[in-house]
C-alpha cells in the first residue's frame, strides 16, 4: 500500500468538498454577533466528506486521520495568527518542519 492511501489513515478517506456552503454565516444575525465579538472575517467553515461510519471509540484515529489525509493538507483553511491571513494546513505543516 502506497503512502497516503487509506489504509494508512486508519481506514478513513476524506474529500474536501468546496461547493458546500453554509448559509448562517451571511444571515443577518450571525454577521452582527460576529462583528459585535470582532470575529467577521475572521471564521470560515469547510466541509469535507468521509467514506466510513464515524464511531466514537474510534475518535483518536479519526482525528489523526482527518489531519494526515492528502485531500485535508492542501485545502484546510486556518487563519494565521502572525499575519492575519488565511493559509492551508499545508503551508502550515511544512514552516513548522523547517522551525
Avoid at 461547493?19 to 470560515?44: V, Y
Wanted: no cysteine.
Amino acid at each position: 500500500m502506497a503512502a497516503g492511501e487509506p489504509g494508512d489513515l486508519g481506514g478513513y478517506y476524506f474529500r474536501f468538498l468546496p461547493q458546500k456552503t453554509f448559509q448562517f454565516l451571511s444571515a443577518q444575525e450571525t454577521t452582527s454577533r460576529l462583528r459585535q465579538w470582532s470575529m467577521l472575517g475572521r471564521i470560515k467553515a469547510q466541509a469535507f466528506g468521509f467514506d466510513e461510519t464515524f464511531q466514537a471509540y474510534r475518535k483518536d484515529d479519526f482525528v489523526m486521520a482527518f489531519f494526515k489525509d492528502p485531500s485535508v493538507i492542501p485545502n484546510l483553511k486556518l487563519l494565521s495568527d502572525s499575519s492575519g491571513q488565511w493559509i492551508t494546513l499545508g503551508f502550515t505543516s511544512r514552516r513548522l518542519r523547517k522551525i
